[in-house]
């Protein structure tokens, strides 16, 4: 199953970087983005969240808040934050429950060889707990600047 733009964003608690548990009942009322990746310290993975960390004060400036979401653990969520310094927050999804309702827990294959994984996927969600955009299939360069201008047009129109 994979969500749709006007469809509800679903329900989710989830351990952040630090431990602490982030619901949607927690960040709902303002808009924020959750863009899934496969694997912390990765190239592609690292480089974007150094992107989406650079572009945070901007993000915050529009009143957008940023989670990565990841199945990798609280531990190596954090040794991945403080190693590159990043400064959004990394949600750790080790039961794929968001990864699965967002539809991106997939099956990919590699050199012929086939394995469940995370597509890189994100979406923008409204202040209204709404899909209002999604980036399917994510190219890493320029995406975070990309996501920004669609997160300001969003709440220069809430």
């Not at 982030?22 to 959750?34: I, M, N, S, Y």
Request: glycine share 8%; hydrophobic share 40%; aromatic share 10%.
């Amino acid at each position: 199953m994979t969500i749709s733009v006007g469809e509800n964003c679903p329900d989710f608690t989830l351990p952040d970087d630090h431990g602490d548990p982030v619901a949607l009942a927690d960040v709902r009322g303002k808009p924020f983005v959750l863009y899934f990746y496969p694997k912390d310290d990765t190239s592609g993975c690292t480089r974007e969240a150094v992107d989406f960390s650079g572009l945070a004060a901007d993000f915050q400036a529009a009143g957008v808040a940023v989670f990565g979401v990841s199945p990798d653990p609280v531990k190596k969520h954090q040794k991945f934050r403080d190693k590159y310094e990043l400064a959004v927050r990394l949600l750790s999804d080790e039961e794929k429950v968001l990864l699965g309702a967002f539809g991106v827990w997939v099956e990919k294959s590699m050199y012929g060889r086939k394995y469940m994984g995370v597509e890189r996927t994100t979406a923008l969600i409204d202040a209204y707990g709404k899909v209002a955009r999604i980036w399917p299939k994510v190219k890493v360069p320029g995406h975070a600047e990309e996501v920004l201008e669609a997160a300001r047009q969003l709440s220069v129109g809430a």
